[in-house]
């Protein structure tokens, strides 16, 4: 079974050498989304020392690509940087900005001498990344963080809204790394909060509740999960992320198939009159979705937002006019339903999680869901 640092694309080797800078306190502000992004950024630094150690010689294609990985993400957590000190008024946010610019003139000179081939100068750049961002977070980022804290800046709430409002996008596979090394939740919290709030909208908007409780907690589940996927697509470009959107992508499709199944059982039981109709539906929306695997696994950059737009469309579009409709043929058997749905869950036959029942309670009010 795959490990999290496996699906991460962290080596064990990387990851100790995170907890110590952030056990000596290198690189710790106590700012959760700010640490899980240092966090995250040192990780990528030490996998790029960890190829050019010596030990091997320097695959030039890898480290471009490593690179291209740390320039993107040093972008993208430079432009949060700047937005929450522009935010808060920090006075000194002109001289932190200056400061980003030329980390990133630097980096982006080192990987245009990847480019051409000049691989040798790597272990220099290294040193300069490593002690750059440390100096940086002990010196520069503190600065701001205690302007902050004597600001009495309400931080939750803002990294909330930017979170909910996909301003930033914060991935599972970096909040795994941030509990593996800070061992707090409260990150998690953010997302699994922003996570809620979109299923809430979905499901509201598009009055998905079928009435029956079982369909509509898997509905809710997998709702969470087109969420969660969709999050995941918009970090790809970058191997690690793919590793995670992957796994988020066969979490997704082996439910759909679970949820099919239910539903059929269900159908069938009770004798519901457009079952063969609706099967047929579920095995085309199997096999497109098993299309769009293929185009994405051959790297078609098009094929993880195609993927996510179908699994959204279809799934409301289904939900709302054909599930629908088997409450409409079966509302006098509810009772019945729920007794089989007892059967089959002690049975073994079906599985409900207690994080499923939870989410169903959150989002439908306190039901009974079997």
């Known amino acids: 079974m795959e490990t999290i640092l496996q699906t991460v694309g962290i080596s064990e ?77 920090y006075p000194e946010h002109p001289g932190h900005r200056e400061q980003h610019k030329h980390f990133i003139e630097v980096l982006n000179g080192k990987i245009a001498d990847v480019r051409n081939g ?31 804290v004597r600001s009495n800046a309400n931080l939750r709430e803002y990294f909330q809204k930017l979170v909910n409002a996909r301003e930033i996008t914060i991935d599972r596979g970096q909040v795994a790394l941030y509990n593996m090394v800070e061992g707090k939740s409260e990150v998690g919290e953010i997302l699994n909060e922003s996570i809620l709030s979109n299923i809430i909208k979905i499901w509201n908007t598009h009055n998905l509740a079928v009435q029956i409780p079982i369909i509509d907690l898997q509905h809710i589940w997998l709702i969470s999960m087109v969420v969660e996927l969709d999050i995941a697509s918009k970090t790809l470009g970058n191997t690690k992320r793919q590793k995670i959107f992957n796994k988020v992508i066969a979490g997704t499709v082996e439910y759909t198939r679970e949820h099919f199944a239910t539903e059929e059982k269900i159908m069938e039981r009770f004798a519901y009159k457009n079952t063969q109709n609706h099967i047929k539906q ?89």
């Open 13 to 89: 080797s990387a990851l100790g050498k995170v907890k110590d800078l952030w056990r000596s306190g290198s690189i710790r502000l106590d700012l959760p989304v700010i640490d899980l992004q240092h966090i995250w950024l040192v990780a990528l630094i030490q996998e790029l020392s960890l190829e050019t150690d010596g030990t091997r010689s320097p695959d030039a294609e890898k480290l471009k690509k490593l690179l291209l990985e740390i320039s993107d993400f040093a972008t993208e957590h430079f432009s949060l940087e700047e937005d929450l000190t522009t935010r808060f008024r």
């Open 118 to 148: 000049q691989t040798a100068s790597i272990n220099a750049l290294v040193n300069f990344l490593l002690d750059w961002l440390t100096m940086h977070i002990q010196k520069e980022d503190k600065n701001y963080r205690d302007f902050l």
């Open 282 to 370: 579920h095995r085309s929306f199997v096999e497109k979705v098993h299309r769009r695997q293929q185009e994405n696994e051959t790297g078609d950059a098009r094929a993880a937002a195609h993927l996510v737009e179908d699994l959204k469309e279809w799934l409301v579009s289904h939900i709302a006019i054909e599930d629908r409709n088997i409450y409409l043929g079966l509302k006098d058997q509810l009772s019945e339903i729920q007794n089989y749905v007892r059967e089959l869950i002690n049975a073994g036959e079906l599985v409900v999680k207690k994080k499923q029942v939870d989410m169903y309670n959150q989002v439908c009010g306190l039901k009974k869901a079997s």
